[in-house]
């Protein structure tokens, strides 16, 4: 059974780092790509970036270049995506999915989602 | 930047046909998907090209896609089918998703 088993609720203070995760299971997590998905409180899903654990090949969306980033280890099946410096406007949901390829490709399988909350 | 928009909002009786548009430029040229997404749940893959269905998805779901428009279609609609809907597409080697439309069914 396909699985992505995202980190676990966050609470963190402006300027602080973070590094949420995404363990994939039950299939070769090297050749498929991994993407990340935002969700804002009660709005809707925006394209962050996916990445291929084989090489760490990535690509961001341009509104998300230089403000995080994706990479991946493919030891231990897990890909991430990490912050340096949070700022409040990162309190949102962040999905993980299972991509097959990086531009004619679709979203089959979904991490749970990991709630990050950035408030002093 | 490439932008996909959706009606906010879709009101259906159930047993009739719900159509949620998704407008961009030249979409028909381009892999476009839908997701479905209930209240507090991960969103979950309806339709991919071309008008497939992954396992355990109703066969009451079908997509289409040309010129501008993608349309996904939902017959016979039941209440459980209540969500918010989105597409999605791929623009420069970037995925995009379309604004959301929130399906009501009355």
């Known amino acids: 059974e396909v699985q992505l088993v995202q980190s676990g609720a966050e609470v963190k203070k402006p300027g602080e780092s973070l590094k949420i995760s995404c363990k994939g299971s039950g299939y070769s997590f090297t050749t498929y790509w991994i993407g990340w998905v935002r969700q804002m409180p009660g709005k809707g899903l925006e394209w962050m970036g996916i990445i291929y654990p084989g090489n760490s090949d990535n690509t961001y969306s341009p509104s998300f270049q230089g403000q995080v980033t994706i990479s991946a280890d493919k030891s231990i099946n897990t890909a991430y995506l990490q912050w340096s410096s949070l700022k409040a406007s990162d309190t949102a949901m962040y999905y993980c999915a299972r991509l097959k390829s990086w531009s004619s490709s679709h979203m089959d399988y979904w991490g749970q989602g990991t709630l990050v909350t950035v408030s002093s | 930047s490439y932008e996909l928009t959706q009606p906010p909002s879709v009101s259906v009786s159930p047993g009739q046909t719900a159509s949620i548009t998704c407008s961009g430029d030249?979409?028909?040229?381009?892999?476009t998907c839908w997701y479905q997404q209930k209240p507090g749940q991960s969103p979950v893959l309806v339709i991919y090209p071309d008008n497939n269905r992954p396992s355990g998805i109703p066969e009451r779901f079908s997509g289409s896609n040309s010129g501008n428009t993608a349309t996904l279609t939902i017959s016979e609609t039941q209440a459980m089918d209540e969500a918010d809907y989105y597409c999605q597409a791929w623009d420069s080697s970037t995925g995009v998703f379309g604004t959301g439309t929130k399906v009501t069914v009355l």
């Open positions: 030249k979409l028909g040229d381009k892999y």
